[in-house]
């Protein structure tokens, strides 16, 4: 059989990319990398990780990710040892002894009976009577919609109803595998861990919901996805749209109306008759917010933000509070990790030496504070993944604490 790892590793060479390279490029570990080239799938974390690896992986290098995942299914499965039993003997077939069939026979002979006495004995009810009386309809609850936004975990088959004025539009988990799809009024959608997409629900033209897709959990006995799901206000793109600069439309026909002075403020003279009216002033520009410690450090380093120095590293302590629903993973000094749900008005705090890695599902849900210092790490609903460590200072020689946008 054509073997994975080689494939991998002759298209990364074929490249001349290394394996550090591509571990920043993709932000998948180097040691994952490395696993998947040497076909060491113990080290990595599991089945559904393995498989989202080797998509990335394979689409960087250029290769089939499909052809790739084949590969990886073919080997697990060759992996699987048959029992030893099946190779050796067959089971024996038992014949039923004769206690089981009397036994049988009695159960045959009651049910026959009762058949019996219910059809021909008993009274009948009317036939009107039976067509009064409605017949129940089962229906399935699912998980409501209430809040504006949720992050949770939704099992396969699991459904949730969004309400929209007086009705209510059903999302259903339909297959959770290498992927999540989920039937939407309409259609199905898509999605891979990280990605999101919004929906129109109730088929107006206008999106209703954003569905973003966090995690993906598939073992022997649970194939369930953590999901993010955000109401999304009508209107909302026309407002996003004044707010990066466009100009709003009068309704046609309506006469435009001049704009009007600031209070206090003298109005322009009136031109001599004949005479083109003189130009307006220029407004004042407004002056731009200030930007916080946190921005300004972000934006004079592109990558890294220093939130202290010293001459040698010390332990550090993180403080977050959680203003809405967050899925929080860590991992500190390559030994403790743990991965938690924060609710609105949490608070979190975690101790380290030399380095913390965060991965964290909606950015705009929580801020942390280090060193007297608060930091935003991102916007609502965006999934980020964050290291805050010790690095060496060559222009002084100490040690700067800094927080990294990726590893």
């Not at 955000?230 to 990066?244: C, F, H, I, R, V």
Request: net charge negative; hydrophobic share 40%.
């Amino acid at each position: 059989m054509e073997s994975l790892g080689q494939k991998l590793r002759e298209a990364r060479e074929a490249h001349s990319y290394s394996v550090e390279q591509i571990a920043r490029d993709t932000h998948i570990s180097k040691q994952y990398l490395e696993a998947l080239e040497l076909e060491n799938f113990s080290v990595l974390p599991g089945n559904t990780y393995v498989v989202g690896f080797l998509r990335n992986y394979a689409e960087y290098l250029g290769l089939d990710p499909e052809e790739l995942v084949t590969l990886y299914k073919n080997i697990r499965i060759q992996e699987q040892p048959m029992p030893m039993s099946e190779l050796l003997e067959r089971p024996r077939r038992r014949s039923p002894s004769r206690a089981v069939l009397l036994a049988l026979a009695a159960v045959v002979l009651v049910a026959a009976g009762v058949f019996l006495i219910v059809k021909f004995l008993l009274p009948r009810a009317p036939a009107s009577a039976a067509r009064e009386k409605p017949r129940a309809v089962a229906t399935e609850a699912g998980y409501v919609l209430k809040e504006e936004a949720i992050t949770r975990w939704f099992n396969q088959e699991e459904t949730v109803d969004v309400p929209l004025g007086p009705e209510q539009y059903r999302i259903r988990l339909a297959t959770v595998g290498d992927r999540l799809t989920l039937r939407v009024p309409g259609g199905t959608v898509e999605l891979a861990v990280g990605q999101d997409r919004q929906v129109d629900l109730d088929g107006d033209g206008r999106n209703d919901i954003r569905v973003q897709l966090n995690d993906l959990d598939v073992t022997a006995t649970s194939h369930r996805a953590n999901l993010s799901l955000y109401k999304l206000t009508k209107g909302a793109g026309e407002e996003a749209g004044l707010a990066a600069g466009q100009p709003a439309q009068a309704p046609e026909g309506a006469a435009r109306q001049p704009a009007q002075a600031p209070e206090g403020a003298a109005a322009p003279a009136a031109a001599p008759a004949g005479q083109p009216p003189a130009a307006a002033p220029a407004a004042a520009p407004v002056p731009a917010e200030t930007p916080t410690a946190a921005q300004a450090g972000i934006a004079a380093s592109g990558r890294a933000l220093e939130l202290q120095s010293a001459p040698t590293p010390s332990p550090f302590r993180l403080s977050i509070s959680f203003r809405g629903y967050c899925l929080l993973r860590y991992l500190a000094d390559n030994d403790t990790r743990d991965e938690r749900f924060f609710h609105k008005g949490e608070t979190f705090a975690l101790d380290a030496k030399q380095e913390v890695r965060l991965w964290v599902s909606n950015a705009g849900a929580l801020r942390l504070s280090v060193a007297g210092k608060d930091v935003e790490l991102g916007r609502a609903g965006e999934v980020v993944t964050r290291t805050l460590k010790w690095t060496e200072s060559q222009e002084t020689g100490g040690y700067r604490l800094q927080l990294l946008a990726s590893d």
